[in-house]
């Protein structure tokens, strides 16, 4: 009975399948555990360590003016040389004993050496000449990010903004509203609006204090200390505040000429104009819930249906799908070094490289950075824990309805101290899928099956040391059914694509 070979190659560097309907023998996997896309094979990530040993629930945020550990309810700073944290009992902007209000993942602005940090409950600030001190405002907010040295706030709430001095804020913007923008004496504030602070602060002394004075962190008497200030700098654009078509915002990235923000409805693209203002200018139409940028010419997103989205610099934005996988995404992070994009749920984590999708994956960051060894520096659930490699391919019938068989597995790898396989397989188009019994890979890197099946996908796992990777898998088949032939018949290698 003749026997040929079929590699698995290309889907090891491509990834996960885009799509759960992807047909047989796509280019694709259905399941890479702990594994990354990476070109050429599929390899382990680079070990994350939760160096200052801050727990599973809290964050790392790698600010301008330190580095941070929050979390639900707490503050601390972390000295990166020893790996200390010093706990910080926040102020108010008073200057009485703060707290923190519970609420969700921390987003973090920072500019030249100012910090930003919100869990959408509370407002942690860090400004110069303020004898180091870290403040709190409670001022519930649902993104935050950058422009160059401004900083974008979306999606604030609170009685602030029902206030009769916020409303001079709103005539101000509408009496030099840009003419693009709908503004009219009926619109009221919702969590569908930016606001935007001068450029660098636009104090020297005190940066950021008429910004935050506008937002009513300083309270009824700090706003009409600056009143005149403060509505100056919104009609002359410096300060500024406009609705979007974004609906209830989510995130806010920074990207190269301006920033980009998503909410329920849309995600949308936001260019630095002449008059101190920004355009809009829609890049998908099916929401955010989360997204991350590398400040400036790459940036992902999940939007409502799950689905995996790619803007770049030049090149634009494209629906890269994955839906089976992302549905119900909570945060995104980035490793800074390989600008590899680790996407949270609920449950697990994936990580998008330059090259496709990978997972799901152990490790569940919350926060992540390089320390200046290089070393990746990140906490979460399962942070430290030994990963379990392993592949499911597509569903696999080697381009032959009939019954074949699977005789050997063969594995090109490095890194692995185990390794085993097995088949999940069907005899019949109606039938359940069956497994075959785990088989050990020999000392040659072979696994012998002998399973037959209509249907089979291949299941590899195996345990590692340090750095893996998975370069190439052999598959060994037999054309063993004919009932269905008549004369001579093409092999897959002899078929013209």
Known sequence: MREYTTVLRDALGRGLRPDS??????????????????????????????AASIGASAQYVRGVTRTWALGATSVSSVKE?????????????????????????WRHAGVLDVDFLSNGATLLYRLPNDSGNTRSFDLPMRCLGTDETRVIFGGLSGSWFSDTRWAKVMNAWRRNARADQLAHSGQSWDTSWLVWSERAGGSGDVPFRVFLAALGVYGAAGFDALEEIILDHVSKRLLGIMPTTCGNLREVCSREGGFAAGGGRKMCMYTREEDGGYAER????????AAASDHGRRM??????GALWQWQYEEGSARLGYEEYLDGATHIVMDPATREFWIGTATNCYVRTPFGLG?????????????TDGTLVGSGPDIGEDLSPSILTQPLDFNRRDSKMLTAVSAVSSGFTTMRARVYYNANVTGAMAASPWRAFGPQGTSYQHVSFLDGQLHIDGTVSGEASLERVELRV????????????????????
Request: glycine share 10%; aromatic share 6%.
């Open 21 to 50: 309907r992807a047909p047989r023998e796509v280019e694709g996997l259905a399941s890479m555990a702990d594994l990354l896309p990476n070109s050429w094979a599929a390899i382990t990530p680079d070990t994350i360590v939760d």
């Open 81 to 105: 040389s020893t790996w200390a944290t010093t706990a910080i009992t926040p102020l108010t902007p008073s200057g009485t004993t703060g707290s923190i209000t519970s609420g969700s993942w």
């Open 282 to 289: 829609p890049l998908a139409s099916s929401g955010c819930v």
């Open 300 to 305: 992902v997103w999940v939007d409502g249906e």
């Open 359 to 371: 997972g799901p994956m152990t490790w569940r960051p919350l926060g992540l950075f390089r320390a």
């Open 478 to 497: 037999q054309a063993q059914g004919r009932r269905y032939i008549r004369g001579t018949t093409l092999q897959p290698e002899d078929l013209v694509q």
